[in-house]
T-cell receptor, first 114, second 111 residues
Framework: EAQVTQNPRYLITVTGKKLTVTCSQNMNHEYMSWYRQDPGLGLRQIYYSMNVEVTDKGDVPEGYKVSRKEKRNFPLILESPSPNQTSLYFC?????????????FGSGTQLSVL | EDKVVQSPLSLVVHEGDTVTLNCSYEVTNFRSLLWYKQEKKAPTFLFMLTSSGIEKKSGRLSSILDKKELSSILNITATQTGDSAIYLCAGHSDSNYQLIWGAGTKLIIKP
């Protein structure tokens, strides 16, 4: 089944404790992206990747890191989480975002930073 | 600055009603507009619109793009409780590979 898999679904952590949210897609998509969603603000892009070893900042990259060593995986790293990073996070992928292809979303990760 | 604005922010109607959701955009080098439905967690794709005036339809849902007015509407006829969701629209720019998202319209259908 074609899908984007995110883990974990829920995560509660404390300020400053490094964490990684994993994202994997099995559709051989070139484009992958991370979003956060906060009430009233819609989806805001954190980072995106057009292909392996190519990553770029989105609208809200501060406090986050990503890597794209393999086509299928695009982990999101929070080196020192803070409470303002409490949010719902989505990973998404598409065949080629350059031509407006529809995105496939993961199921989301609800992160709480205490 | 590019932006997408959706209205209304929330809407409560009764089952069987018809609703119209609005999306206006200011997107540099606009390429397409996309609609998504978000029920519990992950948004799911509804429509992608690239040409003005051509209606896209899927069952009771339909959408159309007006490039002159820089806007799009999403219509849902004979609403059902299963249509309750947040509806998101996003503008796609040719110039920077990013989607610019609206804040969403929260639609609640009462039985």
């Amino acid at each position: 089944e074609a899908q984007v898999t995110q883990n974990p679904r829920y995560l509660i952590t404390v300020t400053g404790k490094k964490l990684t949210v994993t994202c994997s897609q099995n559709m051989n998509h070139e484009y992958m992206s991370w979003y956060r969603q906060d009430p009233g603000l819609g989806l805001r892009q954190i980072y995106y990747s057009m292909n392996v070893e190519v990553t770029d900042k989105g609208d809200v990259p501060e406090g986050y890191k990503v890597s794209r060593k393999e086509k299928r995986n695009f982990p999101l790293i929070l080196e020192s989480p803070s409470p303002n990073q409490t949010s719902l996070y989505f990973c998404a992928s598409s065949l080629n975002q350059g031509i407006g292809e529809k995105l496939f979303f993961g199921s989301g990760t609800q992160l709480s930073v205490l | 600055e590019d932006k997408v604005v959706q209205s209304p922010l929330s809407l409560v109607v009764h089952e069987g009603d018809t609703v119209t959701l609005n999306c206006s955009y200011e997107v540099t080098n606009f390429r397409s507009l996309l609609w998504y439905k978000q029920e519990k967690k992950a948004p799911t794709f509804l429509f992608m619109l690239t040409s003005s005036g051509i209606e896209k339809k899927s069952g009771r849902l339909s959408s159309i793009l007006d490039k002159k007015e820089l806007s799009s509407i999403l219509n849902i006829t004979a609403t059902q409780t299963g249509d309750s969701a947040i509806y998101l629209c996003a503008g796609h720019s040719d110039s920077n590979y990013q989607l610019i998202w609206g804040a969403g319209t929260k639609l609640i259908i009462k039985p």
